[in-house]
């Protein structure tokens, strides 16, 4: 029997790919009561009366209600402080011309990456904690550099990555599936890396709401699950549901979420992508069949072909010798009908 459908509002809601998320819970796309319906309406009309126009659309306006228990002021402060952070920050501007160059020299401290599907179709992203050495990569990038291109990769993960990963599994994900390899992280690397985890877990919780689906914690050290358990009792128990950690036996139950052949051969998968999964970026937002441009890729082209100088042709000279042929008399108009001037 066919599933619930997220009512759409077609002056906000332009998306090409499913809109009604598998997640049967209250405040998810196409499983709202009227209530949240309401209360959707009440914080877009209220930020566009402040003059807002950009991501208004129903499924960002549930994100940040979501993450705020539907207090839509609190949603809307939340909001609020996003898109000021977004100028500030220059988000639009990074996603559209960003490079980081320096990524491969980087990875080789700390790799940071998205990387195939799991079972549900949700984007797997990968991170190995246990060569991080913020010295020596300090002397091929920046603090600033490393955040703005994890801002890039949320924004891309926005778009197009799961709307390739919706299209691909015919219903709407707004998630991904976080993998953190604890592998030889140790106690003295705790206060050197303290500061960027700080400023990254910032950006993520404050700016990017309701994008954690599952995370897995593994190769966790000795003693990490009695530290996680004082620290979890400060956490949401929605977000704690979410958290897995485990220990260096990992594998059957990351393998029970994941397909070996989209899990990197370094945590216990088959896949071997040349030149290194890190670097592969693969999955439905590179096949043809799943994948489209994102909005702000469109926008770009929409804005390079506005701007492009229009070409003219030069008229040519006549060559020594030659005559140039006689010009036409110019048209012109009277009461709104053509004729030939007149000559003196």
């Known amino acids: 029997m066919a599933g619930p459908e997220m009512e759409l509002d077609p002056k906000y809601d332009n998306y090409d790919y499913p809109t009604t998320s598998p997640n049967v819970q209250s405040g998810h796309p196409g499983h709202t ?36 228990k539907f207090n839509v002021e609190m949603a809307k402060k939340m909001f609020v402080d996003c898109e000021k952070w977004r100028i500030e ?18 990875f080789e401290y700390y790799p940071q990456y998205y990387h195939k599907t799991d079972k549900d179709g949700r984007p797997v992203y990968i991170e ?35 709307p390739a990963c919706s299209r691909k599994a ?32 910032a950006i993520s919780q404050n700016y990017y709401p309701e994008r954690l689906g599952k995370l897995y914690l593994v190769n966790a050290p000795w003693g990490f699950s009695t530290v996680f358990s004082v620290v979890k009792s400060f956490l949401d128990p929605v977000t704690v549901q979410k958290i897995h950690v485990l220990g260096s036996s990992y594998h059957k139950e990351l393998l029970d979420h994941v397909p070996a052949e ?83």
């Open 33 to 68: 009561t009227p209530q949240q319906d309401a209360q959707v309406f009440q914080l877009r009309t209220s930020l566009e009366q402040e003059g807002y126009k950009e991501r208004l659309d129903t499924h960002t306006m549930l994100r940040f209600l979501r993450a705020r």
């Open 170 to 201: 015919g219903s709407l994900l707004e998630t991904c599936c976080t993998i953190m390899d604890l592998k030889g992280v140790g106690i003295s690397k705790v206060g050197s890396v303290y500061s960027y985890v700080q400023r990254a877990s």
């Open 262 to 344: 989209h899990l990197p051969k370094i945590l216990g998968g088959t896949c071997e992508c040349p030149g290194g999964c890190a670097l592969a970026d693969l999955g439905p937002w590179k096949d043809p069949e799943w994948a489209k441009p994102a909005k702000w890729e469109r926008e770009q082209q929409s804005d390079a072909i506005e701007h492009e100088p229009t070409e003219t042709i030069p008229t040519s000279e006549p060559q020594a010798g030659e005559h140039a042929a006689p010009s036409k008399p110019e048209e012109v108009m009277v009461d709104g009908k053509t004729q030939a001037p007149m000559h003196a």
């Open 89 to 106: 920050f220059g988000v639009d501007d990074l996603v559209r011309n960003f490079e980081y160059t320096e990524k491969p020299k980087v």
């Open 128 to 162: 190995q904690l246990g060569k991080i050495d913020l010295d020596a990569m300090y002397k091929i990038t920046t603090a600033e550099r490393m955040l703005q291109n994890l801002v890039v990769e949320y924004e891309k993960l926005a778009d197009p990555r799961l």
